[in-house]
């Protein structure tokens, strides 16, 4: 069975300090990775994905997030976090062969506190 | 404006009771999406359609209906409201297979 997991389900970390949230990931084939972020009252909006070549993507707002095949990881990250981060963050993964199904993780919530 | 709008944004409705939720969009993308978001859960997927003639049930179908009126229009019906369909419901878009999503604004629904 398909499946992303996020096992945090909040991270706190202190503004400019770096931040790390983790996900990994469980499918059959090559698999297409997502990173949305959720703010209060709003849709998820796209962050970065990774499709191929390079394993470090960047994206919005200073975001990161490397692809780690061999542990099927794709953990985000940021060199300075901001207040303004703060929010709840979902990892999502489509399977090559199924594009059909996009599968999100529970999410989690980031605290950045100043 | 946004591209994705959904209405309405706050739906509070009965048991058994019938209703609708609307989702409209201007990115002229073929690929529509259903999803609702439960606490601890992330997203799941509903209804997809891929363009006017073609609907797929995703992994949580069971009722829910859905109706493409139009490439730009995609509707969701709970036929028979029940309380575990309480929910934060999102619509989204794509232009094609493995592209990135965009989503609406959700609509949160009650059912007492």
């Known amino acids: 069975a398909q499946s992303v997991a996020q096992p945090e389900d909040q991270v706190n970390v202190a503004e400019g300090n770096p931040l790390t949230v983790k996900c990994t990931y469980s499918v059959s084939g090559n698999p297409y990775l997502f990173w949305y972020v959720q703010y209060p009252n709003r849709g998820l909006q796209f962050l970065l994905k990774y499709i191929t070549g390079d394993n470090l993507v960047k994206g919005s707002y200073g975001f990161e997030a490397e692809f780690n095949k061999s542990q099927t990881s794709f953990h985000l990250k940021k060199p300075s976090a901001l207040v303004s981060d703060s929010a709840l963050y979902f990892c999502?993964?489509?399977?090559?062969?199924?594009?059909?199904?996009?599968?999100f993780g529970s999410g989690t919530k980031l605290n950045v506190k100043p | 404006d946004a591209d994705v709008t959904q209405t309405p944004r706050n739906r509070i409705t009965k048991t058994g009771k019938r209703i609708m939720l609307e989702c409209s969009q201007t990115k002229g993308h073929d690929r529509m999406y259903w999803y609702r978001q439960d606490p601890g859960l992330g997203l799941r997927l509903i209804y997809y359609s891929f363009d006017v003639k073609d609907i797929n049930k995703g992994e949580i179908s069971d009722g829910y209906s859905v109706s493409r009126q139009a490439q730009a229009k995609f509707s969701l019906s709970l036929e028979s409201a029940i309380p575990n369909q309480t929910a934060l419901y999102f619509c989204?878009?794509?232009?094609?297979?493995?592209?990135?999503?965009?989503f609406g604004p959700g609509t949160r629904l009650l059912v007492l």
């Open positions: 999502a993964v489509r399977v090559q062969y199924n594009f059909n199904k996009f599968y």
């Open positions: 989204a878009t794509s232009v094609g297979a493995g592209e990135t999503q965009y």
